[in-house]
């Protein structure tokens, strides 16, 4: 089966620029989540859905992000305007739910911010 | 709050045995995960343990203490490819009440010849 992709790999973007970032989950799977990494700091929770759903978003920074997943499958993470702070590594994981322990991860969208 | 810690880089010779150590503390425990992340790739799945004990698969097993807050993941026969990032996770239903991971900051082990 297909993994979870993630578009694009890499961004540099100015401070002020918007960036959208997307990511396919796996076909069928209802819960997907946003994590971040900042550089030399741990992978830290930003938001989960279940289908279109946001279920727990008490992990977004600020109300410059702003996530979606319409219809229920690919969702979009938009940070509008951008901070050089936002500069990290941006993964977004898939699961069926439940206690199910199949999180699966996506490569992640480096984004810096200049 | 949560907490986990985790070394920050271990070294090992190849054909040896490493244990990378990991302690919480979470109020809403609910299993630990062990990733393994090579640079620029995903993080992908090692082990679960969601009960106190050991669990192995093939070359590494991972063992959980829940009473001590405490996990360690055991690669034996070390190969080069192992040279990665190690990942402690939990799976943390406190504060919203809805299940997420909260990571360690990773351990990178350096396999060498």
């Known amino acids: 089966e297909a993994g979870v992709t993630q578009f694009p790999s890499h961004s540099v973007i100015e401070k002020g620029q918007t960036v959208t970032l997307r990511c396919d989950p796996i076909?069928?799977?209802?819960?997907l989540y946003w994590y971040r990494r900042v550089m030399g700091k741990e992978i830290k929770f930003l938001l989960h859905?279940?289908?279109?759903?946001?279920?727990?978003e008490s992990g977004m920074p600020n109300n410059r992000f702003l996530a979606e997943r319409t219809g229920g499958t690919y969702s979009t993470l938009k940070v509008q305007p951008a901070e050089l702070e936002d500069s990290g590594v941006y993964f977004c994981a898939s699961s069926l739910g439940g206690q199910d322990y199949g999180y699966t991860f996506g490569s992640g969208t480096r984004l810096t911010v200049v | 709050g949560q907490n986990i810690d985790q070394p920050t880089e271990m070294t090992a010779t190849e054909g040896a045995i490493v244990q990378i150590n990991c302690t919480y503390q979470t109020s809403g425990f609910n299993g630990l995960f062990w990733y393994q992340q090579h640079a620029g790739e995903a993080p992908t799945f090692l082990s679960y343990n969601v009960l106190d004990g050991l669990e192995e698969k093939g070359r590494f097993s991972s063992f959980l203490s829940r009473s001590k807050g405490y996990s360690y993941l055991l690669l034996k026969e070390l190969q080069m490819k192992d040279s990665a990032s190690y990942l402690c996770a939990v799976r943390d239903r406190s504060g919203t009440g809805f299940q997420k991971l909260v990571f360690g900051t990773g351990t990178r082990l350096l396999v060498s010849p």
């Open positions: 859905f279940v289908k279109e759903s946001k279920q727990d």
């Open positions: 076909s069928g799977h209802d819960n």
